[in-house]
T-cell receptor, first 113, second 113 residues
Framework: GDSVTQMEGPVTLSEEAFLTINCTYTATGYPSLFWYVQYPGEGLQLLLKATKADDKGSNKGFEATYRKETTSFHLEKGSVQVSDSAVYFCALSVTYNNNDMRFGAGTRLTVKP | NAGVTQTPKFQVLKTGQSMTLQCAQDMNHNSMYWYRQDPGMGLRLIYYSASEGTTDKGEVPNGYNVSRLNKREFSLRLESAAPSQTSVYFC????????????FGPGTRLTVT
């Protein structure tokens, strides 16, 4: 079935460090791919998305490129801030499946000053 | 524009008690969802409603019932709570099922003792 696998956390970085959170997917159709972010005590918020191969989603300095050949959608940021501390979820959605969204287990990021 | 709202924010139940979690959205979305979030497991879909008047089971429906009261409201009921239902529950909505990008409420933290 359709699924997402993302790197286990927690991830701890110093401010201004480079961030990569790996995400790979399995899907029988042509999924749309998403990164959601969850700040402490809040619900999930969409961070960025890509709907077809080679698309790059970007927002707030974060980027991810839809790589069909490696079935990946890794999240990157060049210089993290303390305010980026949160849990990040990779997710996919396939239009043929009314169940809609499959989420990864989440990766907790802590950024220290 | 409140987005997706959920009540209550916190709840403690004893085993065997019942309760209903309420969710409402003001974005005129057709589809609504209930998820549970457990540590290390990401989000798992309990039930969803593709449109007003329809509901379908998700990945983990046992022990739950839902009602799509109207286009705005989607409630989740626990008839006889069990400790295994201790979790954080999120309601979400999207314009159309299978088109990705869901909008989440702030969550309800439920503890069953």
């Amino acid at each position: 079935g359709d699924s997402v696998t993302q790197m286990e956390g927690p991830v701890t970085l110093s401010e201004e460090a480079f961030l990569t959170i790996n995400c790979t997917y399995t899907a029988t159709g042509y999924p749309s791919l998403f990164w959601y972010v969850q700040y402490p005590g809040e619900g999930l918020q969409l961070l960025l998305k890509a709907t077809k191969a080679d698309d790059k989603g970007s927002n707030k300095g974060f980027e991810a490129t839809y790589r069909k050949e490696t079935t990946s959608f890794h999240l990157e940021k060049g210089s993290v801030q303390v305010s980026d501390s949160a849990v990040y979820f990779c997710a996919l959605s396939v239009t043929y499946n009314n169940n809609d969204m499959r989420f990864g287990a989440g990766t907790r990021l802590t950024v220290k000053p | 524009n409140a987005g997706v709202t959920q009540t209550p924010k916190f709840q403690v139940l004893k085993t065997g008690q019942s309760m209903t979690l309420q969710c409402a959205q003001d974005m005129n979305h057709n589809s609504m969802y209930w998820y549970r979030q457990d540590p290390g497991m990401g989000l798992r879909l309990i039930y969803y409603s593709a449109s007003e008047g329809t509901t379908d089971k998700g990945e983990v429906p046992n022990g739950y019932n839902v009602s799509r009261l109207n286009k705005r409201e989607f409630s989740l009921r626990l008839e006889s709570a069990a400790p295994s239902q201790t979790s954080v529950y999120f309601c979400a909505s999207s314009e159309i099922t299978g088109q990705g990008e869901q909008y989440f409420g702030p969550g309800t933290r439920l503890t069953v003792t």
